[in-house]
């Protein structure tokens, strides 16, 4: 299905483990985001990623460590949960070029919700 | 330092009322505006957006308002029906920062029949 997936949909782990959240779009839009969505505090960015090979730091970025080799995935890894890590992951793209060039659209995946024990 | 308040946190409307949802920044660098509203279960969706060079954006029964001078805009659903139901998210970006959004933390919506 064309859009963008995230997986998995839910996951519960234990303190301590390697946690990674998978994100695939298939618009290739340039840009592509994690957000991490907590009551109270809205959406706030993890990281995010102009491009292929270019990622950088949002507002919450510790803890966390993304990658991008190819412009459809953008996986977020937890390299070590912690209970306050406990959220819901949002996962967003946008395009760049053309009609939307100047909109600021962001198009979201329907989250990840992590649990850490 | 949070760069868009957002407010109310919550907010009940009658079915047929008005909601209306503000939000206030600081950065006068900010140029587009968007409001977000999302679903249980389901990310966020664009609802309507509006740049400074327009005081006023209306889209059905959506309309924002917009206030240059007092760093403030707000969102105004008229005629407000349950299914309008969600929480919604105002948000501020910059062209020359490449639209990365800042959130406000988001208002709950909930219209009762």
């Known amino acids: 299905d064309a859009g963008i997936t995230q997986s998995p949909r839910y996951k519960i782990t234990e303190t301590g483990r390697q946690v990674t959240l998978m994100c695939h779009q298939t618009?290739?839009?340039?840009?592509m985001f994690w957000y991490r969505q907590d009551l109270g505090h809205g959406l706030r960015l993890i990281y995010y990623?102009?491009?292929?090979?270019?990622?950088d730091k949002g507002e919450v970025p510790d803890g966390y460590v993304v990658s991008r080799s190819k412009t459809e995935n953008f996986p977020l890894t937890l390299e070590s949960a912690t209970r306050s890590q406990t959220s819901v992951y949002f996962c967003a793209s946008r395009e760049t070029s053309g009609r939307a060039k100047n909109t600021g659209e962001l198009f979201f995946g329907e989250g990840s919700r992590l649990t850490v024990l | 330092q949070q760069q868009v308040k957002q407010s109310p946190q919550s907010l009940i409307v009658q079915k047929g009322g008005i909601s209306i949802i503000n939000c206030a920044y600081e950065n006068t660098a900010f140029d587009y505006f968007p409001w977000y509203q999302q679903f249980p279960g389901k990310g966020p969706a664009l609802l309507i957006a509006i740049r400074p060079d327009v005081s006023e954006k209306k889209e059905g029964r959506f309309t924002i308002s917009f206030n240059k001078s007092a760093k403030q805009f707000s969102l105004h659903i008229m005629d407000s029906q349950p299914g309008d139901s969600a929480t919604y998210f105002c948000?501020?970006?910059?062209?020359?920062?490449?639209?990365?959004?800042?959130f406000g933390r988001g208002t709950s919506l909930i219209v009762h029949p």
């Open positions: 618009w290739s839009h340039s840009y």
């Open positions: 990623s102009a491009a292929a090979d270019i990622t």
């Open positions: 948000a501020a970006s910059t062209s020359g920062g490449s639209y990365i959004p800042t």
